[in-house]
């Protein structure tokens, strides 16, 4: 878990380098295919029930599940990135949302505070706690600072597959859900949209949209449950 993990976050930061106006998604996605072949490694996402391509990339209005492709980045767009790969038999899983050169205060902020929401869950992530208690410090960090949680899709467990139990909400009441235990590896991801929490699925079968047509953010790392400190096997985005 843990090389999967370094190679994951190595991935990630070669495509939040590479996120500039005039770049295309695909010119991205190529970059880290070719990355993470070159460590050894699978790119997790390929294939995965028929997704066409080695990451996801999300602009703007889209949330997650993003296809590479010819759309050109731009000045002010906001660009997330997920990524996963697969080593030894294990996988990695993490992402982030990148400035494309100058971006307006609100989408920076809204960047931001998707960030920090992930390490408000992450207190909650050690041995003595339960699942939503994660979640519910997501959702309130988010809601007080005006933004709005994504329901449809949740963090969850990761090893030698990407999604395993238990599901990881970034929303609801604390105290419930499966308890946390040492030894356990999620994937905590806030998906964070700047209006309203509805979502629209595109009819390529995988791009998920804001409803209203404002930005959303995503924000993810891989994590190993101790019963101290959570240990971060994605080494967290800047
Ligand atoms: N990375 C997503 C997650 O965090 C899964 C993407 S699956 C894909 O759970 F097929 F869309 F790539
Ligand atoms: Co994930």
């Given at each position: 878990m843990r090389r999967a993990g370094k190679i994951t976050a190595a991935a990630r930061a070669l495509a939040g380098e590479m996120v500039?106006?005039?770049?295309?998604t695909q010119e991205i996605d190529k970059a880290v295919y070719q990355f993470i072949k070159s460590q050894?490694?699978?790119?997790?996402?390929?294939?995965?029930?028929?997704?066409?391509?080695?990451i996801c990339i999300s602009v703007n209005d889209e949330i997650i599940h993003g296809i590479p492709g010819k759309r050109v980045l731009e000045e002010g767009d906001i660009v997330s990135v997920d990524v996963g790969a697969y080593i030894g038999g294990f996988h990695g899983d993490c992402a982030a949302t990148y400035a494309c050169g100058r971006i307006s205060e609100e989408a920076q902020k809204l960047i931001d505070v998707t960030r920090q929401s992930f390490f408000e869950g992450l207190k909650f992530a050690r041995e003595g706690y339960r699942i939503s208690d994660i979640g519910h410090a997501v959702q309130e960090y988010v809601e007080r600072n005006g933004f709005s949680v994504v329901r449809e899709y949740v963090g969850h467990g990761v090893g030698r597959q990407m999604h395993e139990a238990p599901e990881v909400p970034n929303y609801g009441a604390p105290g419930h859900g499966p308890k946390l235990l040492r030894g356990m590896t999620i994937a905590l991801e806030p998906m964070v949209n700047a209006g309203t929490a509805a979502i629209r699925q595109m009819s390529d079968g995988w791009t998920v949209k804001t409803a209203d047509g404002k930005y959303a953010a995503h924000y993810e790392n891989t994590l190993l449950i101790t019963s101290g400190e959570p240990e971060l096997l994605t080494v967290p985005a800047p």
């Open positions: 500039k106006p005039g770049v295309t050894g490694a699978e790119p997790s996402f390929l294939n995965y029930n028929g997704y066409p391509a080695s």
